[in-house]
């Protein structure tokens, strides 16, 4: 429906010379203003140099639709057309909700392209906090939009297993291993003071029996790093896991050391004529490609700064024949993106084959008060213990209600309540809802079949119920285009309220305007219920039938 509207408007801007046109097609906030509105006029008013309610007019004149799409159109504010939906056209849309089932809201329009999503990729240093919960529910967000609009999606972990942060961390479990055996041991400057340590320590001694205490300092560091990055590894797959993300490759970052891909990837910049050394270091010109400053690859005392590992794993990328990389960071990282730009543009990539999502930290709330810490982690609160608190579902939604970008504060109070308050709660009693009626019934939901009779849906509740579901898959188009999953929970709470509204104030089972109404709403609840089911399936959430 949305999509041959779309169409149709775009063939009409390009017949008056506007070519290719970005413009918004979507659901109006106010039921008056009709049931899907553009805002093609005023997009194509600069390019064309004309009154944009001029061209509205003209815009509409120019249309072309089947016959019984549209019954209605109208210009409004300043160049606004409102398009109200005719029923054959409403009865198509819910035929087609209901053939395709749990695949409705899916497209192809990503078909061909290979895409990576790297995220999470918390260093094997502790258990993931909440604000990696919040990078993994993002991740898994846009990985999952860009499955539903036909790309070919690998879901990526990069593991920073390298560097001094590994060093302190196998100091600082040998260290604890110590102190499990009753000797005196101060965990290093700059090390890991976490309780989850001293966990570790118990557990190396288990596995490994009370003489590994006993090994000369040299060798237990270095068995401790082995052990470490195990043991902090298999806890962030078992929490992963259980927060319902997976991933289809796990790389690590000493493996771009140890295959040479270092070195790889500073030829392939050397022979583009971008490198130079100064001062007894390496550099990479990157002010030629928009960094403020030139960056140093190779130190004085030949080490290698971040940056090369960070460029080697790209290249690796690209060459496994990704045609877009998006990474998710910290908002921490905002600084480093244009670095790694330049450094990828000097590498010849064009610039849209990466691009970076931020995440902004994650403050959680109870009883109105910051909770600052665990004493597990000693640092911050663990993702485990968020979703032993409110739960899978709770903590993936409220996650997904903001953009990435935005700071989020996480009211533990509120994702616990059983309540119309909490969010997740309101959107998954509306699926419950819908799935009574049928229990009510005492019929199956796919044993309603049928045309829908859109006549016999008199109250206007039924209208509003109805024409809100054939949005869903230019909801997710869109929410796809831009990354963003919030796109997706917006459109839930809508949907939800309708339905809420819906089932207040209309009757299905024995519905007093007789039997065809009856029907007609049955097939309207299945149609609900399905939508409702599959906006919930993409975002990793759960649909009850009881709550």
């Known amino acids: 429906m949305t999509d041959t509207l779309r169409a149709a408007l775009a063939r009409v801007a390009s017949e008056l010379g506007a070519g290719d046109a970005e413009f918004v097609l979507e659901r109006p906030r106010d039921a008056g203003h009709g049931d899907l509105a553009t805002n093609l006029a005023m997009v194509l008013t600069k390019r064309l140099k004309q009154n944009p309610r001029t061209l509205a007019e003209q815009i509409i004149a120019a249309l072309t639709l089947p016959g019984g799409v549209i019954s209605k159109t109208e210009i409004a504010g300043p160049g606004f057309i409102n398009f109200w939906l005719a029923e054959d056209q409403l009865a198509a849309a819910h035929r087609d909700i209901l053939a395709a089932g749990a695949r409705y809201g899916r497209s192809a329009e990503g078909t061909g392209r290979r895409v990576n999503v790297e995220f999470v990729s918390a260093n094997p240093t502790g258990p993931l906090h909440v604000g990696h919960g919040r990078g993994a529910a993002l991740g898994d967000g846009i990985a999952a939009l860009l499955d539903w609009t036909g790309h070919d999606v690998v879901r990526e972990f990069y593991v920073n297993d390298a560097g001094v942060q590994i060093d302190r961390l196998a100091q600082s479990l040998w260290a604890r291993v110590q102190q499990a055996v009753g000797r005196a041991a101060e965990i290093p400057e700059g090390g890991y003071h976490g309780e989850y340590l001293a966990e570790n320590a118990a557990q190396v001694l288990a596995r490994e029996g009370r003489a590994f205490a006993d090994l000369p300092d040299d060798e237990g560091i270095a068995r401790c790093r082995a052990l470490a990055l195990v043991l902090q590894r298999e806890e962030q797959d078992r929490d992963l896991a259980d927060f319902g993300v997976r991933f289809d490759v796990m790389s690590s970052e000493q493996t771009i050391y140890d295959r040479g891909l270092i070195g790889h990837a500073l030829e392939l910049l050397a022979a583009r004529g971008l490198t130079y050394e100064k001062d007894g270091a390496l550099w990479l010109r990157t002010t030629d ?93 663990t993702l485990r213990e968020l979703m032993d608190d409110v739960g899978v579902d709770a903590a993936r939604y409220f996650f997904l209600m903001r953009p990435g970008r935005s700071q989020l504060d996480f009211d533990v109070d509120l994702a616990r309540k059983q309540s119309d308050e909490n969010p997740v709660f309101y959107v998954q009693m509306a699926h419950a809802r819908l799935s009574g009626i049928f229990r009510t019934a005492e019929r199956a939901p796919d044993g309603i079949t049928g045309a829908l009779d859109v006549a016999a849906l008199a109250a206007p509740q039924d209208a509003e119920l109805l024409k809100l579901l054939p949005v869903f898959p230019e909801i997710v188009s869109k929410a796809a285009r831009e990354r963003e999953p919030h796109r997706i929970t917006t459109y839930l709470h809508d949907l939800a309220s309708v339905v809420h509204g819906w089932y207040h104030h209309t009757r299905t089972v024995g519905a007093p305007e007789g039997p065809a109404t009856e029907q007609a709403r049955l097939l309207l609840a299945r149609a609900a219920r399905i939508v409702l089911a599959n906006a919930l399936t993409l975002l990793g959430l759960t649909a009850p039938d009881r709550m």
């Open 289 to 381: 490609f928009g960094d403020d400053q030139d960056r140093v690859l190779r130190k004085q005392d030949g080490s290698y700064t971040y940056f090369v590992p960070d460029i080697a794993y790209h290249v690796g990328k690209h060459e496994r024949g990704f045609d877009a990389a998006i990474d998710v960071w910290g908002a921490d990282h905002h600084g480093y993106i244009p670095r790694m730009r330049a450094a990828l543009a000097a590498l010849g990539y064009p610039p849209a084959w990466f691009d970076v999502e931020l995440v902004q930290l994650v403050r959680v709330v109870r009883g109105g008060e910051e909770v600052k810490m665990s004493k597990r982690s000693g640092q911050f609160v």
